[in-house]
């Protein structure tokens, strides 16, 4: 019995442990393979941006200039590109005012001091200058930028401009209103 305890392992050849070897390395590196990459930060999920909404657009007259009034772009139109918010303002600056009609933006290009008259079939815009009372504060903001605010009939079928007994007829168009100018308005809201 004691011949069975001191024999010991049986010897194993160089081949059979050369591939436990290789078995045992392998599956180690299997391992530490899965490891890495279970480990490794997922690469960030692909963003895709909703396309931004198209720029709400609005019915506009322009015309260029005379040469003799500087060649500019003149522009007339509904003072805001939302019709609640046009409609809104146009109740309240009729009662200031005492008169039907909506706000209008009239841009002239390289014009600042002339004064311009716009006449419609329906009648003539008047200037609204901005003074007490949070509707006319709020228009000052639109002066700012070099745009005059008028009032008057809405929805004209022709419009003409009048600077310095030139008259210049403008077209109708649709106009997209800019990015940012949308951005201010609700700004203005909040």
């Excluded at 311009?116 to 003074?131: F, K, M, N, S, W």
């Amino acid at each position: 019995m004691s011949d069975a305890f001191d024999e010991g392992p049986e010897p194993v050849p160089h081949a059979a442990q050369r591939l436990a070897w290789r078995l045992m390395g392998a599956a180690f590196a299997a391992l530490a393979t899965v490891l890495v990459v279970r480990l490794l930060p997922a690469s960030a999920p692909v963003r895709v941006e909703p396309p931004a909404p198209p720029a709400p657009t609005v019915r506009a007259w322009e015309g260029v200039l005379p040469e003799a009034l500087g060649g500019g772009l003149a522009r007339l139109r509904p003072l805001h590109a939302d019709p609640e918010r046009q409609a809104f303002d146009a109740a309240a600056l009729g009662r200031e005012l005492g008169r039907e009609g909506s706000p209008w933006r009239l841009e002239l290009e390289g014009i600042t001091s002339a004064e311009a008259r716009v006449e419609l079939r329906g009648g003539t815009l008047v200037p609204v200058e901005p003074g007490p009372g949070p509707l006319r504060q709020l228009l000052a903001r639109t002066i700012e930028t070099g745009a005059r605010v008028l009032f008057g009939p809405g929805e004209p079928e022709t419009v003409a401009l009048v600077i310095d007994d030139l008259r210049l007829e403008l077209e109708a168009t649709e106009l997209a209103v800019p990015v940012e100018e949308e951005a201010l308005l609700r700004e203005e809201l909040e």
